[in-house]
């Protein structure tokens, strides 16, 4: 089995000329479809990258026998984790356009020339290959209506929108490449760039694709949803700290201000204080104003530390 060491990437790296493409496929027991990828992919990068992401089975065999440069991961990290070391290996290739494509065949490699355009005419720092804005795809309606869901609170607390939030075909320019470092290991990675891209004003661009669905999906539709539910809250929290705590802290005051004038009331009425009600009011404020100042708090930290990093750019 080859597998690259970085040493050696950076040394290949140098002897290919500039306007280089760079496709990056990260992997988890592909074996039966990452070949066929891998081969079709080289007729349009001058390097494919295989992140094997802890595979139990031959896809780091096979993706090496296809003409891929592979990567290992001795132990599974999930997407995001193999996205960071692709990213890696393609900063260190000197790539002018990065495309990320998923190893299980559903998406059609010939379209990564669409793909690719806005990013080589300078028109987008991230391309996303979008199922939705035509219909190609025969998409199955349990996915559609999750999409929409998660395209729906992903779009609402990045404060970028897009049609296809979750999808795996996109192209990155060297610009988007030196700000994407991901802190999400799972499938929430995809929804982790539109926060970065927010924050760091990255242009981004969608462009339609086709998806094909040949099998049953491998992980259970609930657990995955769940999955990708709570990255996108812990994603919130980490780059919307004053949305995420602000809001629901000042739910819980307006509730507790509500219970507050409804144990007045009760009070009013009877002359005796309802305890329990009274407990829960006084609950409902505290948490809220400690919610509220922990979003201001954060943010300021969070704006500061953007500042010393933009500055030391």
């Known amino acids: 089995m080859s597998i690259v060491l970085e040493q050696n990437v950076v040394t290949e790296a140098q002897t290919f000329s500039t306007g280089r493409v760079v496709v990056v496929i990260p992997a988890f027991n592909e074996e039966r479809f990452i070949g066929s990828v891998v081969v079709q992919a080289k007729s349009y990068a001058d390097t494919v990258v295989v992140v094997d992401d802890g595979s139990s089975d031959k896809t780091a065999d096979v993706a090496v026998a296809a003409g891929a440069l592979v990567v290992q991961h001795e132990t599974n990290k999930g997407k995001g984790g193999a996205l960071n070391t692709g990213f890696s290996y393609a900063r260190n290739l000197g790539a002018d356009v990065v495309v990320t494509i998923d190893a299980d065949g559903q998406h059609d490699v010939e379209e990564i020339l669409a793909v690719v355009e806005p990013v080589i005419r300078q028109q987008a720092d991230i391309v996303i290959g979008s199922r939705y804005l035509v219909n190609r795809s025969e998409v199955p309606q349990h996915r559609i209506w999750g999409h929409w869901a998660f395209n729906f609170l992903t779009n609402q607390v990045s404060g970028t929108a897009v049609t296809d939030s979750q999808s795996g075909f996109r192209a990155f320019s060297p610009t988007s490449l030196e700000k994407l470092f991901f802190s999400s290991a799972g499938f929430s990675v995809e929804s982790e760039m539109q926060f970065i891209a927010g924050e760091h004003n990255l242009k981004l661009v969608e462009v339609p694709i086709t998806i094909y669905y040949h099998d049953a999906p491998k992980r259970s539709v609930w657990a995955h949803g769940l ?87």
């Open 227 to 313: 999955t990708v539910l709570n990255g996108v809250m812990r994603l919130a929290g980490q780059y919307r700290p004053l949305l995420f705590f602000g809001l629901s802290g000042l739910v819980m005051l307006l509730s507790g201000i509500v219970w507050g004038m409804w144990v007045a009331n009760i009070f009013r009425t009877t002359q005796q204080l309802a305890i329990g009600y009274a407990l829960i009011s006084v609950l409902l404020f505290i948490i809220g104003n400690i919610a509220v100042s922990t979003g201001v708090i954060l943010h300021s930290i969070r704006s500061m530390l953007i500042n010393m990093t933009d500055n030391r750019v």
